[in-house]
């Protein structure tokens, strides 16, 4: 994972060089010899990747010096200017291919190895010069040093095309073919199985693959290589190698099981604070399963007294009926009835003395 990440990285920003040789090939200031426009642009390119190139530069068809924003003042401008690096490949490749190109490490006249990256200027497919820039590896290194686990006491390194290591975090190895020497302080550590691994992990990377291999030194120490490439356009232009002793893994082992302690405690915590909260949960929906029940019987006995209250209502509303009713019938009609009654009544009473 660590050598995919920083594989990214490079190529991430070998991608924004090569848009910016690009834009500059394209440049109308630069396709129109506007030599004050062309020094504008081509600087601001540089002011835009300066931490990993250390200047652009503008060939002519002849592979002549036109401009470089390495020119700091007007005097090294005329000292340099008509410089001719048409030799150079970074000049030959696009001028007899009309392609961009990317170098192995060149070393440069100051003795600083570099990366090449230029791509030729045209005007209607007819060639017109080179761009170029140039990347410093130290300053590559610097950027992958700092993006690199700190926990982590690895080697880095990358290699070009030929497999000549262009940068390593341990310095006397650079400018030398990569072997099995570049991950150990001593080669005579690891035996033949050993070495035979290792071709075959420069072979698969050589393939474009990504992958990790463990070698086991006489001592019994286990060293882990990843590797990834770095491409530029699709195609291989570097290899990246991410070295980690494992007595390194040791280290932050005890870190790692912190760390997994602490996870452990987090699950722990929002587990015991979820059956808190299913146990509230389920406390309410018994308080509210008791208050609905009580409800319910409270509501079936105001429906009973509802309904004998209705009864009572009826029965009184059919007395006050009939009693009204007794009230309004005459009472004149019935005295014959009474009369008669009243005399049967005597005349017992008067037989009986």
Not at 38 to 43: G, L, T, W
Not at 73 to 82: K, L, M, N
Request: hydrophobic residues 40%; charged residues 20%.
């Amino acid at each position: 994972m660590e050598s995919y990440h920083l594989a990214n990285l490079v190529e991430s920003n070998v991608d924004l060089i090569d848009s910016n040789l690009e834009i500059l090939a394209e440049a109308p200031s630069i396709l129109n010899n506007d030599l004050e426009a062309a020094k504008i642009v081509i600087n601001n390119r540089q002011a835009a990747t300066s931490e990993i190139t250390d200047r652009y530069v503008w060939l002519d068809r002849e592979g002549k010096t036109v401009w470089s924003s390495g020119f700091v003042s007007e005097e090294e401008y005329y000292q340099y200017r008509g410089t001719d690096v048409s030799f150079r490949p970074y000049f030959t490749f696009p001028r007899d291919t009309g392609l961009p190109y990317y170098s192995a490490t060149i070393e440069s006249p100051d003795g600083v190895p570099r990366l090449f990256l230029a791509h030729p200027v045209l005007r209607s497919e007819a060639f017109e010069g080179v761009v170029f820039s140039a990347i410093t590896l130290q300053n590559l290194g610097k950027i992958l040093e700092s993006s690199t686990s700190p926990e982590l006491d690895s080697i880095l390194i990358l290699a070009d095309t030929n497999g000549l290591i262009a940068y390593s975090s341990n310095s006397a190895s650079t400018g030398s073919i990569i072997d099995i020497g570049a991950i150990s302080p001593s080669s005579s550590s690891f035996d033949d199985d050993n070495r035979q691994l290792f071709d075959r992990m420069l072979q698969e990377s050589h393939e474009d693959r990504r992958g990790s291999y463990d070698f086991v030194d006489f001592e019994g120490m286990s060293t882990t290589v990843a590797y990834a490439p770095v491409e530029a356009r699709g195609e291989r232009f570097l290899t990246l190698y991410v070295v980690v002793p494992h007595q390194v893994l040791a280290q932050i082992s005890p870190l790692l099981q912190q760390h997994n302690y602490f996870v452990s405690a987090i699950i722990l915590a929002i587990g015991s604070a979820a059956v808190g909260i299913a146990i509230v949960i389920l406390s309410l929906n018994d308080l509210c399963r008791s208050q609905t029940e009580e409800l319910t019987h409270a509501n079936e006995s105001l429906v009973k007294a509802n309904e004998k209250l209705g009864t009572h209502d009826k029965m009184q509303r059919e007395f006050i009926n009939i009693a009204a009713h007794e009230l309004r019938t005459p009472i004149q009609p019935r005295w014959p009835s009474l009369n008669c009654w009243a005399t049967s009544l005597q005349t017992a009473r008067t037989g009986s003395r």
